[in-house]
T-cell receptor, first 115, second 111 residues
Framework: EAEVAQSPRYKITEKSQAVAFWCDPI?????LYWYRQILGQGPELLVQ????????DSQLPKDRFSAERLKGVDSTLKIQPAELGDSAMYLC?????????????FGPGTRLTVT | DAKTTQPNSMESNEEEPVHLPCNHS???????IHWYRQLPSQGPEYVIH???SNVNNRMASLAIAEDRKSSTLILHRATLRDAAVYYC????????????FGGGTRLMVKP
């Protein structure tokens, strides 16, 4: 069964350093999402792509976070500089499209710890 | 976003049915009701969704109240592997398929 791949699975970084996460969605899925999940809470959408275009990044802290999906396939989420409050699980999800009633498939996530 | 209300936690015995409630009194006529669950140390996974009619799939059943202001996710025979956080989410069509997660219900299954 096709899965969403994410790497690394775990990342420890010092505050003020740069960190990047990678996501490879299920083949053929046009829509890609990045979520942040703080321990004990539900995931919060950071950014949504339709192919290579950003559809919604209203919750992305743009002063330090950036996301790209250059060829409309895999995607990178970057934080620079990292802050202690960025410690969380970063989840990537994909769906066939953004219209209609298609389920989202989530990857295993990257757990970030900022020290 | 339309809001859902779920109990923080529930407990069940293994091999017994589980009914997970969700209130969504501000649901609009076109909102879909989605359920996802998140097992420990994993990303969320889709369980089921519906609009007006009750739905069944291999994982669960979804019972939707006639006025659509509440719904219930039914696991017919809980197993230890069903221990997870269950999220009830309203999704607006033509709104980018966005999912707005709340706190969910943590289901504990006792052997």
């Amino acid at each position: 069964e096709a899965e969403v791949a994410q790497s690394p699975r775990y990342k420890i970084t010092e505050k003020s350093q740069a960190v990047a996460f990678w996501c490879d969605p299920i083949s053929g899925h046009a829509t890609l999402y990045w979520y942040r999940q703080i321990l004990g809470q539900g995931p919060e959408l950071l950014v949504q792509f339709q192919d290579e275009s950003v559809v919604d990044d209203s919750q992305l802290p743009k002063d330090r976070f950036s996301a790209e999906r250059l060829k409309g396939v895999d995607s990178t989420l970057k934080i620079q500089p990292a802050e202690l409050g960025d410690s969380a699980m970063y989840l990537c999800a994909s769906s066939l499209t953004s219209t209609g009633s298609y389920e989202q498939y989530f990857g295993p996530g990257t757990r970030l710890t900022v020290t | 976003d339309a809001k859902t209300t779920q109990p923080n936690s529930m407990e069940s015995n293994e091999e017994e049915p589980v009914h997970l409630p969700c209130n969504h009194s501000t649901i609009s006529g076109t909102d879909y009701i989605h359920w996802y669950r998140q097992l420990p140390s994993q990303g969320p996974e889709y369980v089921i969704h519906g609009l007006t009619s009750n739905v069944n799939n291999r994982m669960a059943s979804l019972a939707i109240a006639e006025d659509r202001k509440s719904s219930t996710l039914i696991l017919h025979r809980a197993t230890l592997r069903d221990a997870a956080v269950y999220y009830c989410i309203l999704r607006r069509p033509n709104a980018g398929n966005m999912l707005t997660f709340g706190g969910g219900t943590r289901l504990m299954v006792k052997p």
